[in-house]
């Protein structure tokens, strides 16, 4: 199992930037992949980035294309998202996840290890 915890959320204001990190911890010498998710309260969680496990494929939603860059450091077992451009309808609570895999997909059941989240609000 892999442990995560995001930071770098905040408040931002429209057209600003943010860069969440994900670290974890765990069982990281096992290959993965890793994504990051959103969601708003009372809504399903949405997919906005993945990488495979080099960092040279990488997925996209397209409602952040772009805007965003999902990137990682293997060697310090950290996922990123580089977040510039942000709109008002960014705002959720982001989480990162984990899939016990080389390459992840956009379906958050192909994810098996998840952080806690961080509130990311962009004000118009």
């Known amino acids: 199992q892999v442990q995560l915890v995001e930071s770098g959320g905040g408040l931002v204001q429209a057209g600003g930037s943010l860069r969440l990190s994900c670290a974890a911890s765990g069982r990281t010498s096992r290959l993965y992949a890793m994504a990051w998710f959103r969601q708003l309260p009372g809504k399903e969680r949405d997919f906005v980035a993945a990488?495979?496990?080099?960092?040279?494929?990488?997925d996209y939603a397209d409602s952040v294309k772009g805007r965003f860059t999902i990137s990682r450091d293997n060697a310090k077992n950290t996922v990123y998202l580089e977040m510039n451009s942000l709109k008002p309808e960014d705002t959720a609570v982001y989480t990162c996840?984990?899939?016990?895999?080389?390459?992840?997909?956009?379906?958050?059941?192909?994810?098996?290890?998840w952080g806690q989240g961080t509130q990311v609000t962009v004000s118009s």
């Open positions: 996840a984990a899939a016990n895999r080389l390459i992840g997909g956009v379906v958050s059941t192909e994810y098996d290890d």
């Open positions: 990488s495979n496990w080099g960092g040279h494929s990488t």
